[in-house]
């Protein structure tokens, strides 16, 4: 990685986020506000965005699966078929588990 502008990390032993001490340019950012703003802390926060960015409320199978989610709960291709990933099912389950997210 050429460049960080910056980096949070959580040691397994303590229960908050770190950040490095940074030197940002007077007039300038370093974008974390911008993607942090996409970090959602609750399920709830993350429904709320949601229902925000997409100008829709999720539907109770919606806020479920978001659940499941949050849960860490393991996903695999009959699951997401119930709600209504049939056809993406396997790139989604792909993407997440290149991600560490447990599926089967």
């Not at 990390?9 to 703003?37: A, F, H, T």
């Not at 119930?82 to 056809?87: C, H, K």
Request: charged share 30%.
């Amino acid at each position: 990685m050429e460049s960080v502008t910056f980096c949070l990390w959580r040691e397994s032993d303590k229960g908050n986020w770190q950040k490095g001490s940074v030197l940002i340019p007077e007039g300038e950012s370093d974008g974390e506000d911008y993607l942090i703003g996409y970090v959602h802390p609750t399920i709830d926060e993350h429904i709320e965005w949601v229902a925000d960015y997409y100008e829709q409320d999720l539907n109770q199978q919606g806020k479920q699966l978001v659940e499941m989610i949050y849960a860490q709960k393991t996903l695999n291709q009959r699951i997401l078929s119930e709600y209504g990933f049939s056809d993406e099912s396997k790139r989604i389950l792909d993407e997440l588990k290149e991600m560490g997210y447990p599926v089967n």
